[in-house]
């Protein structure tokens, strides 16, 4: 292991040169001036090499060593342990059932459908056994833990896992592998994935209609008495519940950082398998605990997924008409995806430390509107202009088209110049070939959103000028971009001038819409994607006079297009819909879910949609990861609203004009703002002396180093045993485009 080394970029300029000493990840620090290599790129790629070599090496000798201990290319018999020690849960501590996955294919390879099954340990409540099954010698292995439901109560914690993995480096002389599972301590445990081998492949979703006072259920004055209320399964299937599984009730507070009055909030939920399994019965009880009132749902009640119901309810007493059950629902289906399993889960919750604030392009490298962009926002080229000015997110929206195209677009409809006459036309009647050709782009209106008229066309002839008279760094834009081995556009043939000028043409003018997937294959993978799922309000519906595709069909199309593509890159999402906040939430487990909020500037019907408190409280509920706020509603009391979110373990991003002003953006990294979406970016990056793009630490996944190695023969575990010893170094590229593995070749 002597002699391989690892070139940091340090403070100041300089270059820290590291040299292992020995296995264990101690390093010797020598450090040197940036004057002395010969340029970035080529000490970007020595320290991907040296890093490269220093981390195979080592792997490799642990390969060897777990291979001569357990014989090469043999197996070993292992069976798993797991203890669930009583009080991980406030009410009880004990699973309905657990298992183990891992990045084997003995151990499913990451998909629940494949989960290794544990038994209670005879004479046992807190002792979870497998059966003994043969694994490949050649360590280590990963795996983790998967928890479903509550014994007493099924439908509570649904689905539970740990969201870092755990490594067996060696197995025990027993071959036992032992380990603890609690939901409090130093675990680190997600829940609520909505998946058919956990509690079930759809999710029913119960609470008040938003911003209703009145409560659930209504009793008719004759019956109205001091009670409660139990939903429960209307067509029991579980022998030892004969009455019906109880849906899970949570409650939750509205958080207050003023002194606005709190207001409890109650959600009922249940899983099945099947929509029939989602039919439902509501009793009313007094305080004794008797029954007095009762009502059922039939599925065709819920059958669009999504909306509000009303039910009678029947008194059991004179069998007359007691009261009225109102709600809101809301079904989550499950995403069947093949890649949509426990594997390289970048959801990280916030944590105290040394935060890094992001900065992230609006829109790519800003909105159109903006005086002085000469790049529509939203296409390619925004978006590698972002890169080159040193973003570590891009923030764009995305639509279906009528087709089912995830596309890139902000505005639910797109605004077209046919002669003197402007129309609108809602993206879901647009197909795909259509707002990708060129035609559509030269008639699209929004080069400049606050031109009108003949203006449009005078702004768009003052932006293609700009940009012919960029031409040149446009050209090296072009070249800084593409000219990296294996990349999909990259010439067949250096030599092929007249190719890579019509290339370079098509890239630098293209104005038409991009989607989603070119998003993905077109910009540097180091790049993040801040991807924002818009969808209309009811009153936005009726304004545009068209049908929109279903919530749930939405959200599975944005992520079906994300887990193909994503690879490496880190992906984000937010919106300002609370159900497809739900939805994106509990159909995966990999990615953070974001809520965003106008915080007041804009009223809403829905009051979830109308503060930044109100925001919070949506997002806490719901275990989302954090509240992207417009920032003129919290600039001013910053001091108060960040240490709020980061004591409820939420990121806390802001969005809006206001970003664009130096000062502002100084006084919230002041306030550990976690991240500032901004159309300025060149501009700030320039008044910051921002010289290359940095991830938060915070934002890390437990893989991310990863991103170092794309060899094939360097699998994702060596690189995890690279990332926990050299967990506390953070790297930075020299140069900002690209992401590090596009050095090899």
């Given at each position: 292991m002597q002699g391989h080394c690892l070139w940091l970029l340090g403070d100041g300029?300089?270059?820290?040169?590291?040299?292992?000493?020995?296995?264990?990840g101690f390093f010797l620090t020598q450090t040197l001036h940036s004057s002395t290599l010969r340029e970035g790129v080529s000490a970007t790629y020595g320290m991907q090499r040296t890093y490269y070599s220093l981390m195979k090496d080592k792997s490799q000798s642990v390969e060897q060593q777990k291979a001569t201990e357990n014989g090469k290319g043999g197996s070993v018999a292992v069976s798993f342990r797991v203890n669930t020690p009583h009080g991980t849960d406030a009410s009880d501590g004990s699973f309905s059932s657990l298992g183990v996955v891992g990045n084997i294919s003995e151990l499913g390879s990451w998909n629940l459908g494949n989960l290794i099954r544990l038994k209670r340990l005879e004479g046992s409540d807190s002792v979870w056994v497998s059966e003994t099954i043969l694994l490949p010698a050649a360590l280590p292995f990963r795996y983790r833990v998967v928890a479903n439901g509550n014994r007493s109560?099924?439908?509570?914690?649904?689905?539970?896992?740990?969201?870092?993995?755990?490594?067996?480096?060696?197995?025990?002389?027993?071959?036992?592998?032992?380990?603890?599972?609690?939901?409090?301590?130093?675990?680190?445990?997600?829940?609520?994935?909505?998946?058919?081998?956990?509690?079930?492949?759809?999710?029913?979703?119960?609470?008040?209609?938003p911003g209703s006072t009145e409560p659930l259920v209504k009793l008719y004055p004759e019956y109205n008495q001091e009670h409660r209320v139990r939903l429960y399964e209307a067509r029991a299937k579980d022998a030892s519940v004969p009455g019906g599984k109880e849906f899970a009730c949570e409650v939750y507070s509205h958080v207050s950082l003023g002194d606005q009055e709190t207001k409890d909030s109650v959600m009922y939920i249940m899983n099945g398998q099947?929509?029939?399994?989602?039919?439902?019965?509501?009793?009313?009880?007094?305080?004794?605990?008797?029954?007095f009132a009762r009502g059922f749902v039939p599925v065709e009640s819920i059958i669009d997924l999504e909306g509000e119901f009303a039910v009678s309810l029947l008194s059991l007493r004179d069998y007359k008409l007691a009261g009225i059950f109102k709600a809101t629902y809301l079904v989550v289906k499950e995403l069947s995806h093949p890649k949509n399993t426990l594997c390289s889960i970048q959801r990280t919750p916030w944590t105290s430390g040394k935060q890094v604030t992001l900065d992230i392009g609006h829109r790519g490298s800003g909105a159109s509107k903006v005086q002085g962009h000469s790049v529509r926002e939203n296409t390619l080229l925004s978006f590698q202009k972002a890169a080159l000015n040193h973003s570590d997110f891009i923030e764009f929206d995305v639509h279906l088209t009528s087709d089912n195209e995830v596309v890139v677009h902000h505005d639910f409809e797109v605004t077209l110049g046919l002669g003197k006459t402007q129309i609108k036309v809602a993206l879901p009647l647009i197909r795909s070939d259509q707002v990708r050709s060129k035609d559509f782009a030269e008639r699209m209106s929004n080069p400049s959103e606050h031109h009108k008229g003949e203006a449009i066309k005078v702004e768009k002839n003052k932006r293609e000028a700009s940009l012919k008279r960029t031409m040149t760094s446009g050209e090296d834009m072009y070249r800084n971009i593409f000219y990296k081995p294996m990349h999909s556009m990259s010439p067949a043939s250096p030599s092929d001038l007249s190719h890579e000028l019509n290339q370079m043409r098509v890239f630098l003018s293209d104005d038409s819409f991009a989607s989603l997937r070119q998003a993905f294959r077109m910009t540097p993978t180091w790049l993040g994607f801040n991807i924002e799922l818009k969808y209309p309000t009811d009153e936005e519906i009726v304004a545009m006079g068209t049908r929109f595709y279903s919530r749930n069909f939405f959200v599975d199309a944005v992520l079906s297009t994300v887990l193909e593509e994503y690879g490496r890159r880190k992906v984000i999402f937010s919106t300002f819909d609370p159900a497809?906040?739900?939805?994106?939430?509990?159909?995966?487990?990999?990615?953070?879910?974001?809520?965003?909020?106008?915080?007041?500037?804009?009223?809403?019907?829905d009051p979830r949609m109308n503060s930044v408190e109100a925001a919070l409280q949506f997002a806490?509920?719901?275990?989302?990861?954090?509240?992207?706020?417009?920032?003129?509603?919290?600039?001013?009391?910053l001091?108060?609203?960040?240490?709020?979110?980061?004591?409820?373990?939420?990121?806390?991003?802001?969005?809006?004009?206001?970003?664009?002003?130096?000062?502002?953006?100084?006084k919230q990294k002041d306030a550990g703002i976690d991240a500032i979406i901004m159309d300025d970016v060149a501009r700030i990056g320039k008044q910051t002396n921002k010289t290359s793009s940095m991830l938060s630490k915070s934002m890390r996944s437990p893989s991310s180093l990863v991103e170092l190695c794309s060899d094939p023969s360097v699998s994702e575990l060596q690189l995890m045993d690279l990332d926990r010893m050299a967990s506390q170094i953070n790297i930075s590229a020299l140069s900002p485009i690209g992401s590090p593995d596009e050095f090899f070749t």
């Open positions: 300029g300089s270059v820290k040169f590291l040299k292992s000493i020995d296995l264990n109560h099924p439908n509570k914690r649904p689905l539970l896992w740990d969201v870092f993995s755990r490594h067996v480096y060696t197995i025990p002389d027993d071959g036992v592998v032992q380990c603890t599972f609690t939901l409090s301590g130093k675990d680190v445990v997600d829940s609520g994935w909505v998946h058919g081998s956990g509690a079930g492949a759809l999710q029913l979703r119960v609470e008040s209609p099947c929509m029939e399994d989602l039919e439902f019965g509501i009793d009313v009880l007094d305080s004794s605990g008797d029954v497809c906040a739900e939805l994106l939430r509990l159909k995966q487990c990999k990615f953070n879910v974001f809520f965003l909020t106008c915080g007041g500037t804009k009223v809403f019907k806490q509920a719901n275990k989302l990861h954090g509240v992207v706020a417009e920032i003129s509603s919290i600039v001013d009391r001091d108060t609203v960040v240490p709020m979110f980061h004591q409820h373990g939420l990121y806390l991003f802001t969005y809006g004009d206001m970003n664009n002003n130096i000062q502002t953006y100084s």
